[in-house]
């Protein structure tokens, strides 16, 4: 007996589609286990947020992979080692900037000006202004700015009494704030 072409077509497409579906999805869920999750997003995800989040992934590791490629090279040494600027401007990106602090008092209020490097500015900024709220002190405005591998803050402060601030003294909290940024303790 012979089938009908038409219907073993018919279910031969259905269980190819199958097959196909039940391939793609594995192969989706496969990806989805690859890619980090934050614990902020619970929940089930559609599969187009999946693809994006990989997708973004996939892009911020190539940017990652092409900046250190880039380090390397230039630790090398091999692609600059006849252009000098370059040379002298990979370095000084790469050679790390020691804290810095100055710091200008004007009755009640006070201005920090912090230099660090990029990669202890978050840290350092937080503890400096932590430090002051403890002292009585409001934070008015902070600013920052970054250049290579050096970020420059600025925290404006003011007194929350109101009185005069004494800018000398050992135990003052202009002193703790230079210890803490020069690493003395």
Same mark, same amino acid.
């Given at each position: 007996m012979e089938q009908n072409p038409i219907s073993f077509g018919a279910a031969d497409r259905k269980t190819v589609e199958k097959n196909r579906r039940n391939y793609m999805k594995d192969l989706y869920s496969k990806?989805?286990?690859?890619?980090?999750?934050? *614990?902020? %997003?619970?929940?089930?995800?559609? #599969?187009t947020d999946q693809l994006d989040e990989a997708a973004n992934y996939i892009r911020k590791l190539r940017i990652k992979l092409d900046k250190l490629k880039h380090k390397r090279e230039t630790l090398k040494g091999s692609h600059l080692s006849n252009n000098?600027?370059?040379?002298?401007?990979?370095?000084?990106?790469?050679?790390?900037?020691?804290p810095q602090v100055d710091i200008h008092? *004007?009755? %009640?209020?006070?201005?920090?000006? #912090?230099i660090t490097a990029t990669d202890v500015s978050c840290f350092m900024i937080t503890e400096v202004i932590r430090m002051l709220q403890e002292e009585g002190f409001e934070i008015l405005n902070v600013s920052c700015a970054v250049s290579n591998n050096t970020c420059f803050q600025i925290i404006h402060s003011q007194s929350q009494a109101g009185a005069w601030v004494p800018s000398c003294g050992s135990g003052t909290i202009w002193e703790r704030i230079k210890k803490f940024v020069n690493g003395d303790d």
């Open positions: 990806l989805h286990s690859l890619i980090p999750h934050d *614990s902020s %997003s619970l929940g089930a995800k559609s #599969l000098i600027p370059e040379v002298e401007e990979a370095m000084s990106e790469l050679a790390p900037v020691p008092v *004007s009755g %009640s209020s006070a201005e920090i000006h #912090l």
